[in-house]
């Protein structure tokens, strides 16, 4: 009977062992409670937060590219100044969110290097083109709006490292969204010709960032099991009537129209009901074939190349430290 017994795996590493640890995940889930790294998780729970972190790492790096083309062109010492700070902040969220990923196995090295490869995906909103210097207060107002109204309930995500790292994000999304409505209000105090330049950029992003919310819960392929883990608390198509709903606000204090016929409040339904997307065009942009998905990309392949020499001096000063003998 004892030898029979030694020759059994231990319960932590038994079938019995897997099906006790998810008991106490589920438990855990449905109690609400966070999950920190070094706690089991099915793998499935890893790897969906490994996708939706890291491109979510990916779009702010890439986020940073529509506007840093804009810095050099800002029409004041002010306004560049507002816009060198964002764009920075864009790479720190980068950082953080690339730091929380790496708590559930991924390297950062590998999670760039899918990005370069064009196996990764980041927000479709980022592949589109920025021609004017209204188009930077859209991306501000609109763009940077709808990523909060998404963020927010990211910091109550089951996730530890994620939702701390949301909550610093959160922070400064709400300044850039700030900075991009009184970029606009000043842009639609001017000129009749800066009017119609910000009319213009509203025209260009408002459907592709109704988009950014991804596709109808219906049709999501992983809003269920994100749901049910705690990673996501609010689904796609709530997020979206929120943002509507706020939107139409802010732009009758701007003075803009949105582009949508079928814009019009519901009393019934206590919202605003809005048009069909192009849900076809969203699969396009997201499939690598928007107006700037390769530009983007080449941006980003030349800026890791250029950039070679300062890792590499870093790791080799990493190794010199590391090599030396430490002090009494």
């Known amino acids: 009977m004892y030898t029979q017994a030694l020759d059994q795996l231990p319960i932590e590493h038994s079938a019995q062992g897997d099906a006790l640890r998810q008991q106490r995940f589920d438990q855990r889930m449905a109690a609400g409670r966070t999950v920190e790294p070094q706690d089991w998780m099915p793998e499935a729970y890893r790897k969906t937060l490994l996708r939706q972190i890291s491109q979510h790492a990916h779009s702010e790096v890439v986020g940073m590219l529509p506007e840093g083309n804009w810095i050099s062109r800002a029409p004041s010492l002010e306004r560049k100044a507002i816009l060198l700070a964002k764009v920075q902040d864009e790479g720190g969220h980068g950082l953080y969110l690339y730091a929380a990923a790496e708590t559930l196995g991924s390297s950062r090295e590998e999670m760039v290097d899918a990005l370069l490869a064009g196996r990764a995906k980041y927000s479709s909103i980022f592949n589109y083109p920025t021609p004017t210097w209204a188009d930077v207060g859209v991306i501000g107002w609109l763009v940077d709006g709808a990523a909060i109204m998404n963020q927010i309930p990211l910091c109550r995500c089951s996730y530890g490292p994620y939702a701390r790292a949301m909550i610093r994000v959160c922070r400064e999304e709400s300044f850039h969204q700030r900075q991009g409505f009184d970029l606009l209000l000043a842009m639609m105090r001017g000129t009749e010709a800066q009017r119609r330049m910000v009319q213009g950029a509203v025209d260009r992003w408002w459907w592709p960032v109704l988009m950014m919310f991804g596709p109808s819960d219906t049709e999501s392929a992983h809003s269920a099991n994100s749901m049910a883990w705690g990673i996501k608390r609010i689904s796609n198509d709530e997020l979206r009537q929120r943002f509507v709903d706020a939107a139409v606000a802010q732009a009758e204090v701007l003075g803009v129209g949105l582009p949508d016929p079928e814009l019009r409040w519901n009393a019934e339904?206590?919202?605003?009901?809005?048009?069909?997307?192009?849900?076809?065009?969203?699969?396009?942009?997201?499939?690598?074939?928007?107006?700037?998905?390769?530009?983007?990309?080449?941006?980003?392949?030349?800026?890791?190349?250029?950039?070679?020499?300062?890792?590499?001096?870093?790791?080799?000063?990493?190794?010199?430290?590391?090599?030396?003998p430490h002090a009494a």
């Open 269 to 324: 339904r206590g919202h605003y009901d809005f048009g069909a997307i192009d849900w076809d065009e969203f699969k396009r942009v997201i499939s690598g074939d928007g107006p700037c998905n390769r530009e983007r990309l080449a941006a980003r392949r030349a800026a890791h190349e250029a950039g070679a020499w300062v890792r590499e001096a870093a790791a080799e000063h990493s190794r010199k430290r590391a090599s030396r």
